[in-house]
């Protein structure tokens, strides 16, 4: 085995117990013992159970879903085995359900070449583990980076075989109460739509409900029961006007990964802010143009949402002015819209379960845990 190498910003594991000790955040945990054997297709992307896999090239059916008979089994129960190869190219991806930073797994090989471990594209696309020999134990990894998929390769000619069981990941936690503020303190969350939309319409109604229903597709946020208003203006209705942050001083908001994105009303609409507003409704990371109709300071600009023929919009990506105005481009198009919640008051701690899980980012990890370990 081969540990990741040193410009890598993950740590790797052989203990399982050790790496859910270093995990932040609820442990799901796949155990296959509900899935039926099975080959996966040739080519394709198959659930299977909490997790997916793509195989590419799998011509011989090598890839499968096996009973706890086989020579390598881990624990005598299902397992999924995958076959790789350099020549022809053979490939099998691990596709998490959502974005992850840690992830391990139960496994054994027997090969002639090393099986390739990579976190894909998601990170740098370089290698970061090779398993190699007639070897079994438990490797995990703790990366400071966010990912949704782990490939599978064979960097050589020959063939490689590995087989694994109780793979384990921890989602990145999606934030309802920022972790710095204390009971009774209130503050607002925002977000970038992962959606896009036109911005023809020239009713504000039209966008409130917009990023509204992108907020309530995750569990933790409808479970807020609150209004949410685009970041945007018409030619009737400012930015300002509608978020409702044209009074002073004003609360502090944030993203949902906990950072802040200013202090309160004033730094909001001073030009810059103080992160990008790049997190969209289930914490993901976007770069990208989103349509405003605003001038830097909060106020309608000459290309509103709903102008003809084009409307003003700012950039995810970007911190300065030009996170809320940078250009402007066809209303026809479709962009991202930010999104603020209404004021919101972080809730005391209690014993209770139906609150503590929500404080911790929990309640989406909870519904599809089959075997979670915290």
Known sequence: ????????????FTDRATWEAAVTGIIQTEDFNSITPFSFPANGTTPVGLISVETVNNTNSRTKVLAGTDSLNLNGSTFVQIFTDGDPVITATIIFPELVTAWGMDWGEYTVDDTQITFGADISNESLFNLTGAYGGFVGFVSDTEFTQVEFSDPFISWARIVFDDLSFAAVPIITQPPSLNPGEQYRLAFVTSSVRDATSTDIADYNTFVTNA?????????LNSEWFVIGSTSTVSAKVNTGTNVSPGLPIFLLDGSKLVDDYG?????????????????TALTGRVFSGTQNLGNIDGMPLGNSPNVTYGRADLADNQWIRRQNQSASNTKHFYALSAPLTVVPEPASLSVLVPLLGGLALLRRGRSARS
């Open 1 to 12: 085995m081969y540990p990741p190498p040193a410009y890598s910003a993950t740590t790797t």
């Open 215 to 223: 907020a309530n597709t995750v569990p933790e946020r409808a479970a």
């Open 267 to 283: 730094d909001l609409w001073d030009y810059n802010i103080d992160v990008p507003l790049n997190r969209t409704e289930i914490a």
